[in-house]
Nanobody, 120 residues
Framework: EVQLVESGGDSVPAGGSLRLSCAASTIRQCMGWFRQAPGKEREWVAHIRSDGRATYADAVKGRFTASVDNAKKTLYLQLNSLRPEDGGMYYC?????????????????WGQGTQVTVSS
């Protein structure tokens, strides 16, 4: 089992920045960040691999940066140039299946989430 605890969410104006953290009981080869806005489905934001390589959804590419500190067992998501549509609950996740990257609908460990609110 992988335990995940997110933090760092806040309310910021459009154009602002935040840094989210996810403390993990273990770092898997591939982990992910997701978000869910009220009334919408949970969506993938980024994958981060234990070697530091990251991939991003088109909606956040160039504005968000995912990173990992293996020694601290912590994931980070730097959110820059925030837009109102970036608001929602942000979750980190790890797949229950070996080295697979987590995806919505697959067998995944989820954290409890951290709320990001962006005002226009």
């Amino acid at each position: 089992e992988v335990q995940l605890v997110e933090s760092g969410g806040d309310s910021v104006p459009a154009g602002g920045s935040l840094r989210l953290s996810c403390a993990a009981s273990t770092i898997r080869q591939c982990m992910g960040w997701f978000r869910q806005a009220p009334g919408k489905e949970r969506e993938w934001v980024a994958h981060i691999r234990s070697d530091g390589r990251a991939t991003y959804a088109d909606a956040v590419k160039g504005r968000f940066t995912a990173s990992v500190d293996n020694a601290k067992k912590t994931l980070y998501l730097q959110l820059n140039s925030l837009r109102p549509e970036d608001g929602g609950m942000y979750y980190c996740a790890a797949s229950r299946i070996g080295i697979a990257c987590p995806t919505v609908g697959s067998q995944v460990y989820w954290g409890q989430g951290t709320q990001v609110t962006v005002s226009s």
